[in-house]
């Protein structure tokens, strides 16, 4: 039995409606992904020459496509309900997944890609960005997404004596 002031919680029509913390994860990600690239990038040109460069370059761009919709997916629906958000995380990731497999493919063939360069960098890129991360992300409730900055604190004087 419940009273009329009592609300429930239905994850069918209830939808998100604050700030999306996915998406400024994902921002920070990308922007993260971006800084790093140069690097790998020229990692793979050592190895395994231009084709190296290039096929870490499209690894590069794969990864960060896939980390953008992966936020698009989650935002999207979070606002239409919660229940959508569930499966757009679920069903999002196996879609993301078959598009990783389908940019792969599409390129397999090519004079310029080199797939160790590839999957070497869509396999470190990921698993580095999001370990990179870790360090920027709060995992509080009170702060969803990414840590607040910290207030600087005007330095405190050293205690002084009481006068007699």
Known sequence: ????????????????TGAAPEVSVSNDIIK???IAAPVLIGICAVIWGVDGALSSAYGIAIVLANF????????GAARISLGLMMGASLFGYLIRLGLIFLAVWLVKDAS??????????II?????LLVW??????ISL???GLKPERATKPPTSAPRPLDD
């Open 1 to 16: 039995m419940t009273s009329g002031s009592e609300t429930t919680f239905d994850p069918v029509t209830t939808r998100f």
């Open 32 to 34: 993260r992904g971006l």
């Open 68 to 75: 953008a919709l992966a936020a698009a997916f989650i935002a």
């Open 112 to 121: 310029w890609i080199s797939l160790p360069a590839l999957g070497s960098t």
């Open 124 to 128: 470190v890129s990921h698993l580095g």
């Open 133 to 138: 991360e870790l360090k920027y992300v709060a």
């Open 142 to 144: 009170a702060y969803p």
